[in-house]
């Protein structure tokens, strides 16, 4: 199991910017595919972003899409989740994940840490 721990949330103004960094706790970190999930105030947590073993190939939800960038350093063992735009509706638990699996329709990863606070509001 992958041990996650997530940094960098925060408050922010609409329109802001803020970056969250994972680092994860293994030998194989480009064994994993990482990924962010979230979870807004009485909402269902959902997919934000995720990328491959090498970060060749990414995917976000709609709802970000040209606005957030994951990318990840497989020599620090660290994936970043950089939000540029951000909206009030971006407000949520911020979950870092790792998984072996290419992500698909419905992923579910397997390790996740503990979650990092984004709040957007003015």
């Known amino acids: 199991q992958v041990q996650l721990v997530e940094s960098g949330g925060g408050l922010v103004q609409p329109g802001g910017s803020l970056r969250l960094s994972c680092a994860a706790s293994?030998?194989?970190?480009?064994?994993?595919?990482m990924g962010w999930f979230r979870r807004a105030p009485g909402k269902e947590r959902e997919f934000v972003a995720a990328?491959?073993?090498?970060?060749?190939?990414?995917f976000y939800a709609d709802s970000v899409k040209g606005r957030f960038t994951i990318s990840r350093d497989n020599t620090k063992n660290t994936v970043y989740l950089q939000m540029n735009s951000l909206k009030p509706e971006d407000t949520a638990v911020y979950y870092c994940?790792?998984?072996?699996?290419?992500?698909?329709?419905?992923?579910?990863?397997?390790?996740w840490g503990q979650g990092t606070q984004v709040t957007v509001s003015s």
């Open positions: 994940t790792a998984d072996p699996r290419l992500p698909r329709s419905g992923w579910i990863p397997r390790d």
């Open positions: 293994t030998d194989n970190f480009s064994n994993y595919c």
């Open positions: 990328l491959s073993w090498s970060g060749g190939s990414t």
